[in-house]
C-alpha cells in the first residue's frame, strides 16, 4: 500500500479514534448522572436500572471498537497494516474503506462467523 493511502487510513483511524473516545467518556458519564438520580417508585427504578444498562453496554462495544483502532493504528507504525491476522493474506483495500480497523480480510472473517 502506498504513503498516501496509508496516510489517509491513519487519518480515518485518528478520527473514528476520536469519536469513540468522546462516547465512551459520554456514556460513562450518563451512567453516572442516571445512578445520582433520585427513585421515587419501583417502576422509575426499573426503567433506570435498564436505560443504565443499555448506557453501560453502549460504552462496551465503543471500547471494544476502540481498541481494534489502536491496534490498527500500531499495524500501521509497524508496517503490518493490511494484513490479515489469521491467513496472512491481503485485506482488499475496500474492506479496509469500510471498516479501517478490520483483523481479517473477507473469508477469514466469514470462517470465523461460520458463514
Known sequence: MDKKKLANFKHKLE???NRLSGGVKK???DSNNEVKGGVPDISDEASRTYARQVILNLG??????LKLVELALSKISEG???TCDSC???IPEGRL???PYTRYCVQCQNAKEGH
Do not use: H, M, W
Not at 462496551?60 to 471498537?65: A, G, L, Q, V
Open 60 to 65: 462496551e462495544k465503543e471500547r471494544d471498537e
Open 97 to 99: 474503506e469500510a471498516v
Open 88 to 90: 496472512e493474506g491481503k
Open 80 to 82: 503490518t497494516y493490511g
Open 27 to 29: 456514556a460513562l458519564q
Open 15 to 17: 478520527d473514528v479514534r
